[in-house]
């Protein structure tokens, strides 16, 4: 399954509840183990607040290699991928 994000937060990913509704979307894909493809293209600012609520807190309830087996990314710059990095590894090692 591919999710635009951008339809579902416009071109700023920044509110907690923006990442709230991602989360939603994303966490009832893998809890059905499918995969998913987030869709990051047009999405031009996001802050670690909107990560940590829409990728950060799958940790909490899915293990680790669960969420790198079906998640994908694509449509990130260099920037954002090192965001993306940090706030994923810093989920890893609260929810352990």
């Known amino acids: 399954m591919i999710i635009n994000v951008s339809d579902i937060v416009g071109?700023?990913?920044?509110?907690?509840?923006a990442g709230e509704k991602l989360y939603d979307k994303?966490?009832?894909?893998?809890?059905?183990?499918?995969?998913?493809?987030?869709?990051?293209?047009?999405?031009?600012?996001?802050?670690?607040?909107?990560?940590?609520?829409?990728i950060g807190q799958l940790f909490k309830d899915i293990a680790c290699e669960k969420v790198h087996e079906l998640v994908e990314f694509t449509?990130?710059?260099?920037?954002h991928q090192k965001l993306l990095a940090y706030v994923i590894e810093n989920a890893e090692r609260y929810y352990k």
């Open 11 to 17: 071109e700023f990913a920044m509110a907690a509840d």
């Open 26 to 54: 994303i966490y009832t894909q893998l809890q059905q183990s499918k995969s998913i493809s987030l869709d990051l293209t047009g999405v031009k600012i996001f802050t670690s607040c909107f990560l940590n609520i829409a």
């Open 75 to 79: 449509g990130l710059s260099q920037k």
